[in-house]
């Protein structure tokens, strides 16, 4: 909500205390001097698949995907996130403090997501986002098509997509039902609970609206197919992603409040990303949807700020191009309360750029997560020359 010349941030105890053009810092406080530099929240990335596909690309590090039934909702990513991912410390330095860590894409219902700021520690319990509410990864279109397809299982069609995600919700529902009826009992009348099942239980969280689902998709057709489920069972969807056809249906996306995380200029990489346009993102802004930018790589999550301003180029204005990598993933993903703009209370995660954010030549001169410096260019050992004498 707009920028402060030469300003100036106080932190304390990992918080943001004080914010303005001064601030009335303590004797003998840290000092940070970034004079002719550009700070800003910390970037935030709804669609990452660090920690469970680590670098190197192998299949020893493949374990984002448990691609051996359509529904996989009891399993979550939080079991296979691997904290050597070298990602991980690129992100850093591309100025990311948060993401959520997704399983893949093979399944209609690939699993709960995880929500980290990006703390350096031996521990995942040390980098969970504490209090960020549970996510479940769902998915539609060609890639559970092709999974299951080639094993000629069900789902090989967009009917059999939403057959498999009508019908586990069905079920859920039913499960929940068994159990709601089994405490109601009077103690003295209980019969044996049910037996549990981890993916009905999930499911029966979505519907209770304690787990966000957050849906990879792509055309109009499979999103309006979504829908009609989604208002079947009475659950609220967290967001769409990728979503590259999602202008198609922008009045509906900003009628259900759904926010949409896509690409900057992805498009055409296959059948279904065919009719994704550059300005998808703008056009979505314009009719009020919140819209974040996503890197779904370790590579591209790196320059995040980068793809920003290719949306910007397209149409997105410049402040909804800040908010598409910081406040809107944020409420994306139920944190905005915490992370996502240098407000009063809120956590202190920042990113220092070297020029405006969206200079195709700025870099990342620091990032903080809760007051803490968590990457530092200064402090990085320079690249070894190329050629010369030996």
Request: glycine share 10%; charged share 25%; proline share 6%.
């Amino acid at each position: 909500h707009g920028e402060i010349p030469r300003g100036s941030i106080l932190i304390v105890d990992g918080k943001i205390r004080e914010i303005g053009p001064t601030v009335d810092a303590p004797p003998g406080a840290d000092v940070i001097l970034a004079e002719g530099k550009f700070v800003m929240p910390g970037i935030v990335d709804t669609h990452s698949h660090i920690g469970v596909y680590s670098w190197p690309d192998v299949e020893a590090n493949s374990d984002g995907n448990e691609a051996t039934d359509p529904n996989q909702a009891g399993v979550r990513a939080l079991d296979a996130v691997n904290l050597e991912d070298p990602g991980i410390g690129r992100a850093l330095a591309g100025g990311v403090t948060t993401i959520q860590i997704l399983p893949g894409s093979a399944n209609i219902i690939g699993g709960e997501t995880v929500t980290v700021k990006l703390r350096p520690g031996a521990t995942l319990d040390g980098m969970i986002f504490a209090g960020a509410p549970r996510g479940l990864k769902m998915a539609l279109g060609e890639n559970p098509k092709m999974v299951y397809g080639s094993l000629n299982k069900l789902p090989s069609t967009r009917m059999g997509n939403i057959y498999v995600l009508r019908n586990a919700f069905q079920q859920a529902k039913d499960y929940r039902a068994r159990w709601d009826a089994w405490q109601e009992r009077p103690a003295r009348d209980r019969v044996p609970a049910p037996d549990r099942d981890l993916r009905l239980e999930t499911l029966s969280d979505v519907l209770s609206g304690k787990v966000l689902p957050h849906v990879h998709c792509y055309r109009k057709d499979e999103i309006e197919a979504l829908f009609r489920v989604a208002d079947e069972f009475g659950f609220r969807i967290g967001s769409l992603q990728h979503a590259l056809e999602a202008y198609k249906l922008a009045d509906e996306i900003a009628r259900r409040k759904i926010g949409v995380a896509t690409f900057a200029h992805w498009w055409g990489y296959k059948w279904e990303a065919r009719d994704g346009i550059p300005a998808n993102a703008a056009i979505l802004a314009d009719h009020g949807v919140r819209v974040a930018i996503h890197s779904d790589s370790a590579d591209l999550i790196q320059r995040l700020y980068v793809e920003a301003a290719i949306a910007m180029h397209h149409g997105l204005g410049r402040e909804e191009a800040l908010k598409s990598i910081t406040l809107n993933p944020a409420w994306m993903l139920g944190v905005d309360d915490r992370i996502g703009s240098l407000d009063v209370g809120k956590d202190a995660d920042i990113a220092i750029f070297s020029k405006d954010p969206f200079d195709i030549t700025t870099r990342v001169e620091m990032t903080m997560v809760d007051g803490k410096v968590v990457y530092d260019r200064t402090r990085v050992p320079a690249a070894p020359a190329v050629g010369g004498a030996r």
